[in-house]
């Protein structure tokens, strides 16, 4: 196929193992990078509630659930941003290689113990983090011709490289450094391993050829600059939403809306004018109801009533009509397949949220879980055997190597199981494996359930046996949607749009880590920081109360979808 006549860049030269090189380096680049995120996220909510918020006494955790919920929201929100910066300012390579710069300075930042600096730090990593996520993940797509058939098992490499990465992390900065010189000092290490991904992607340039260079015309280095002292400002923002959780929720609702607008309209302007007109009449009623309150300030009000009813149900009147009249006149004059392709996307953004929402529990109320109420695990070999004063300073932090250690035993297996699968049509469609990705997350919340009903010891405690059981099931839930979804935004996507499309993409993680700070919240709250087993009382029936719940949310999503499949089959018109 002529790249001259599609309008795409010449796919670059050169193999190895079946894959174009670029794969290889841009795996590399991934892996380091991912080491250094999942590093630094296999200490964060237990430092912050342990360094920062430890005066809090009960409300410790929850107080660190929801800076961690914040934080994993912006960090995967700000992919929206970054999206469109690399399809029409920067290009993708230079996106990605400002947003590693600002990520490595953010990661240093945290070694300040102080509060405000630590937020300083997080809000750097939120906006390097936004240019440089979704655009690698674009990157890899256009590597390949459309309709080429290792497009899936070439994302599956990427996947394998992402977690390759975050295998090792916990290992290091948690486990190893964590235990030994203080939690404080994994972030170091993660820092490094930022500085690593950032190298490497210069290595990476000589086999990408023209993939993701800026458009001809904005070669000059200026925008580069402009666009960095933007992400700084931005900066600025995201360190006031990380202490403002309600308002951050909603301003997800309105970037979502705008996504969505968007892609029914084919028009910012219209899709823009829209969000501001819901979130005007929302302002405008939130306003009458603070002139009936008394000894209030107005934002003390909005953190209150963020979410109240009446508000809220108007705004999404206004963006649900607007939604509606911008479909049905895109399928009278639009191109009728590309935006019912839409349509099927957006309905699987619903899945994938509420998927990530159960999933993300690992970094917060799975891993605060994990260091109160789990038996530290004892084993023949050192790195595995930790004392109750080594597992309480990050021997924990174990547990966040077992999902990557399971992808990288089973994604080889789940990569050849849907060609072998599709050889016999019998290969699940992209809605079913997104059902059968949410009943198994489901079900891993039921095997803890199971383990406090009728497995604690007599110090209060469960086997690490069965978090390991939950940790394996979602996994291969994450292996039947993941990856799957990375590689279906890119094949339902308007060429010219995938960059937006995969920013929605992550956008719909975002909201999902929102609402997973939530619900860690709620697990978490009320437990004593650093206490263990029958100190902290019937805390463990609050795990399992939430637990439970998460359990009865995900297998009912799953079943609908199950239901549902084929009509969202049609939607996508032979997309597979």
């Known amino acids: 196929m002529n790249s001259e006549n599609t309008g795409r860049p010449a796919i670059p030269p ?3 193992m079946g894959h174009p090189k670029a794969l290889w380096q841009l795996s590399n680049v991934e892996m380091w990078e991912r080491f250094s995120f999942y590093g630094m996220r296999a200490l964060l909510a237990v430092y912050v509630a342990t360094t920062f918020f430890g005066h809090l006494g009960e409300q410790a955790n929850a107080q660190a659930s929801l800076v961690y919920g914040g934080y994993t929201a912006m960090v ?9 910066i690399a399809d029409h300012v920067l290009g993708y390579q230079r996106s990605i290689l400002l947003g590693a710069i600002i990520m490595s300075a953010g990661l240093f930042v945290l070694l300040v113990e102080d509060l405000t600096w630590f937020l300083v730090g997080l809000s750097l990593i939120v906006a390097g983090n936004g240019l440089f996520k979704p655009n690698i993940s674009t990157m890899i797509g256009k590597l390949y011709e459309p309709g080429d058939v290792r497009r899936d098992s070439g994302f599956t490499v990427f996947y394998m490289s992402i ?30 391993g930022m500085v690593l991904s950032t190298l490497f992607l210069e290595v990476a340039k000589r086999s990408l050829g023209p993939v993701g260079r800026p458009a001809e015309g904005k070669e000059g280095w200026g925008m580069f600059f402009l666009v960095g002292i933007g992400a700084l400002l931005m900066s600025i923002g995201v360190y006031f939403l990380l202490s403002e959780s309600s308002i951050l929720g909603i301003l ?19 899709a823009a004018l829209t969000v501001v007109g819901g979130t005007a009449l929302w302002a405008v009623l939130q ?13 003390d009000h909005i953190r209150a009533n963020a979410f109240d009813q009446v508000p809220l149900l108007a705004w999404c009147l206004v963006v649900v009509l607007a939604a509606i009249v911008f479909m049905v006149r895109q399928l009278r004059v639009g191109d009728k397949v590309q935006v019912q392709r839409y349509i099927a996307m957006v309905i699987l953004f619903v899945a994938n949220a509420c998927f990530w929402a159960l999933f993300e529990q690992a970094g917060s109320s799975l891993n605060f879980f994990a260091r109160e109420f789990v038996a530290p695990i004892q084993s023949f070999i050192p790195i595995l055997s930790f004392s109750g004063e080594e597992w309480a300073n990050g021997g924990f932090g174990i547990f966040q190597s077992l999902n990557p250690l399971y992808i990288l035993l089973f994604a080889p297996a789940f990569a050849a199981l849907w060609p072998w699968l599709d050889k016999r049509n019998m290969n699940p469609s992209i809605p079913r494996k997104f059902a059968l990705g949410l009943i198994q997350v489901a079900l891993g919340f039921y095997v803890l359930v199971f383990a406090i009903a009728n497995f604690q010891n007599a110090a209060g405690l469960v086997p690490w046996i069965f978090l390991a059981l939950t940790y394996l099931l979602h996994t291969t839930g994450e292996l039947c949607l993941s990856p799957i979804g990375l590689s279906m ?25 929102y609402v997973a700070g939530l619900i860690a919240a709620i697990a978490s709250g009320g437990s004593g920081g650093g206490e263990h087993g029958p100190a902290i009382g019937a805390t463990i029936g609050q795990y399992s109360d939430t637990y439970w719940m998460l359990f009865l949310i995900g297998l009912a999503f799953g079943v609908v979808y199950l239901v549902v499949a084929p009509l969202i089959n049609k939607l996508m018109h032979g997309v597979k």
């Open 14 to 16: 050169g193999e190895f």
């Open 76 to 84: 995967y929100a700000t992919g929206i941003l970054g999206g469109y």
């Open 163 to 192: 977690n390759l990465g975050a295998f090792i992390a916990p290992f290091i900065t948690a486990s190893w450094i964590g235990v030994q010189f203080g939690m404080k000092w994994g972030f170091f290490a993660a820092a490094i």
């Open 252 to 270: 997800l609702l309105n970037i979502m809306a705008f996504v969505i607008l968007y892609f029914f309209s084919s028009s910012y302007k219209a």
């Open 287 to 299: 306003l009458m109801m603070y002139q009936g309150a008394e000894g209030v300030g107005f934002l």
């Open 489 to 513: 935004v890119t094949k339902l996507a308007a060429e010219k749009e995938t960059g937006m499309a995969m920013g929605g993409w992550f956008l719909s993680v975002a909201m999902a880590q």
